[in-house]
């Protein structure tokens, strides 16, 4: 989180995406080195304490901060996303909020075509009707394409998914794929996929990282 690119750490170069386009963004964080360069760049960011993943702390930053709010859509963007489609995450966020009870979805990921569908750093994502999602891989599926791979993205309609998320117990299809998402899943939550045109993926290894920052760099030399 805190390794540079072209001058700003990873977690602010997804703060920056993030805040083009949803108004509030908080980092949630056990890290206090975290905290600190978040708010030195303008951001705001919560200490949560330990949690088992993304989603538990999401849902510890939330009861921290969002007790005022209503019926809001919670979005938990993962921070190691620095070229993150703002459009993909205004039409995830447009999709969550137009959900009710009877519409049988719980939570709105992201999807882009994938040119490396045998990297099992990029995970797979199949739809069926509706672009409800059937499940997610780290294995090339279906066979034979076309591939999507998944964005990390989460937007809970209500503050009730987001719990019912966090506190799930884990599922063997989890465990097996090292897919958090699978539990939920499996476990008959609803999950509708938002598909962009295109996407670069997260800094899931080494060579993701020298991938983004070459990135900045060519949009640096090129005055973007």
């Known amino acids: 989180m805190l390794a540079d690119i072209g001058g700003q750490p990873l977690v602010v170069r997804t703060l920056e995406r993030v805040r083009s386009v949803v108004e509030r963004v908080v980092v949630a964080t056990d890290a206090p080195e975290i905290a600190e360069v978040v708010t030195a760049a303008g951001g705001e960011a919560v200490l949560t304490g330990a949690a088992a993943n993304g989603t538990e702390r999401c849902w510890l930053a939330w009861r921290m901060i969002g007790a ?3 019926r809001p859509v919670i979005v938990n963007v993962q ?3 620095p070229l993150l489609d703002p459009l993909a995450l205004r039409g995830v966020i447009d999709v969550a909020s137009g959900l009710d009870n009877e519409d049988g979805i719980d939570i709105v990921t992201a999807a882009h075509p994938l040119r490396d569908p045998g990297n099992p750093a990029r995970v797979k994502v199949v739809t069926g009707e509706d672009d409800r999602a059937l499940y997610f891989s780290r294995a090339p599926i279906p066979h034979g394409g076309p591939h999507f791979g998944h964005v990390g993205i989460y937007a809970f309609r209500e503050p009730a998914a987001l719990f019912r998320a966090a506190t799930m117990s884990t599922h063997p299809l989890e465990l097996a794929e090292r897919l958090e998402q699978l539990r939920w899943l499996a476990r008959g939550m609803g999950i509708r996929v938002v598909f ?8 899931d290894t080494p060579e993701d990282l020298e991938r983004v920052r070459a990135h900045f760099a060519a949009a640096a030399a090129g005055g973007g």
């Open 196 to 203: 962009a045109s295109e996407g670069e993926g997260g800094v």
């Open 68 to 70: 005022a709010h209503e």
């Open 79 to 81: 921070a190691d996303e």
